[in-house]
């Protein structure tokens, strides 16, 4: 069964910066086939999309997190990183990574002083 780790989440104070990854779980699930996304979820809110990442390269991001949140992959460790800087109060969610039915954990990321 094809599985999604993600991994990178915790705290950080505003304006600061994670990493998220997430890692394919078998070989037989390339994440460079598969269109990749990454959603998140704040507590009482609904789960919105935050960036994809088609087969090809192209990448689109949420109005929200244009220009500071960066979404890639690398094929040979089959695993998509979301790159997140000068985070905000409001970037608090479990961030979970998606790949079409294909569902990840989720991720904690809190954003605080």
């Known amino acids: 069964q094809e599985q999604l780790v993600e991994s990178g989440g915790g705290l950080v104070q505003p304006g600061g910066s994670l990493r998220l990854s997430c890692a394919g779980s078998?070989?037989?699930?390339?994440?460079?086939?598969?269109?990749m996304a990454w959603y998140r979820q704040a507590p009482g809110k609904q789960r919105d999309l935050v960036a994809t990442?088609?087969?090809?390269?192209?990448?689109n991001y949420a109005d929200s997190v244009k220009g500071r949140f960066t979404i890639s992959r690398d094929g040979a460790k089959n695993t998509v990183y979301l790159q997140m800087n000068s985070l905000k109060p409001e970037d608090t969610a479990v961030y979970y990574c998606?790949?079409?039915?294909?569902w990840g954990q989720g991720t904690q990321v809190t954003v605080s002083s």
């Open positions: 078998r070989s037989s699930f390339s994440i460079s086939i598969s269109t």
């Open positions: 998606n790949a079409g039915h294909i």
């Open positions: 990442i088609t087969p090809g390269g192209i990448t």
